[in-house]
């Protein structure tokens, strides 16, 4: 009879083989590692393999090589949409980032009933992306909404319209976005200022350096791995950002507000454009690799380098 594996056995001091305790915990995590690979990884080949057939409303193997990526890059739309994405991430990312970093300083700060305000701030992140379309595309609707009680109080040439604006209907779904997102990277800033050792504020006092410039050069290059952890969960909101769009803009007017995400599920559901629609899908997966995986490279690698704080 063969002996078991040596690795997840182990010998007694009476010559019997007993089962190693971490394996247990291993063996545990097999079921959750099963499900990853076959619903996630599964999937991403999947759908690049649908993307390289002609399949429409179901799923046809009759492979056509590129022709659906051919499709894809001529299609004026989904330029379009990409267009937007990056401009929605640079505004989005970009002002979660400020504005979660400054109330987290304030209240790091000592700011009088704390608690209220983290609550106020933490407050729309309850909201599902849906309540918060539906919230902010009645405060920016030019008739009923900001413009309209402005308006009313006398100054009638105040004008707040950009939910209707080709050129500006984008910029909504950053707004609305950051406002719904800025509670938790305060809450994950605020984590981090926390955690900084006192004795550096208690040198910098006794050494004269202004508060603003602690947090400039000291605290902030500190708080690297949150600023890191906040940029890769805002970017994954990002790219998958579609419930906002369809609450908030449907991605008009016309498509300039349309984003990837919707697009891919428009072509996959109501234009029976499965094959087009993995397309898209496999594209904008690449692309996320391609823009991200610099960036988690550096900081991994200062991480290992001790770069990291």
């Not at 659906?68 to 989005?92: C, D, K, P, S």
């Not at 499965?274 to 823009?291: D, E, N, P, R, S």
Request: glycine content about 10%.
């Amino acid at each position: 009879m063969a002996e078991p594996a040596q690795g997840a056995l182990k010998t007694s001091h009476d010559g019997r083989w007993r089962w190693r305790p971490q394996w247990t915990a291993k063996m545990a995590l097999i079921p959750a590692m099963t499900i990853t690979i076959v619903c996630f990884y599964g999937f991403i080949i999947w759908t690049f393999v649908i993307s390289l057939t002609r399949s429409r409303l179901l799923p046809v193997y009759k492979f056509t090589g590129f022709d659906q990526y051919v499709r894809l890059f001529a299609n004026e739309r989904w330029w379009t949409a990409m267009q937007n994405i990056a401009i929605h991430g640079f505004l989005f990312i970009g002002g979660c980032i400020v504005f979660g970093y400054l109330l987290a300083i304030l209240i790091d700060r000592g700011v009088k009933a704390e608690g209220m305000f983290r609550t106020v701030f933490m407050l729309p992140l309850s909201m599902s992306f849906i309540v918060t379309g539906v919230i902010w595309q009645w405060v920016m609707n030019p008739g009923l909404g900001l413009q309209d009680a402005v308006r009313e109080l006398g100054w009638t040439t105040f004008e707040f319209n950009w939910i209707v604006r080709q050129d500006r209907s984008i910029y909504t779904l950053a707004i609305a976005g950051i406002w719904q997102q800025v509670g938790l990277c305060m809450a994950l800033f605020l984590a981090g200022l926390r955690n900084v050792d006192p004795n550096i504020w208690k040198a910098s006092r006794v050494d004269g350096i202004p508060v603003w410039r602690v947090y400039l050069h000291v605290i902030t290059p500190m708080m690297r791995t949150v600023f890191f952890t906040v940029f890769i969960l805002m970017s994954a909101i990002v790219m998958k950002a579609f419930d906002l769009v369809v609450a908030l803009t449907g991605g008009g007017p016309g498509f300039s507000s349309d984003l990837p995400a919707k697009f891919v599920v428009d072509h996959i559901l109501n234009r029976q454009e499965l094959g087009l629609g993995a397309a898209g899908a496999f594209v904008l997966l690449c692309t996320v690799i391609a823009v991200i995986s610099p960036y988690i490279h550096f900081e991994l690698r200062k991480a290992r380098d001790g770069g990291g704080h």
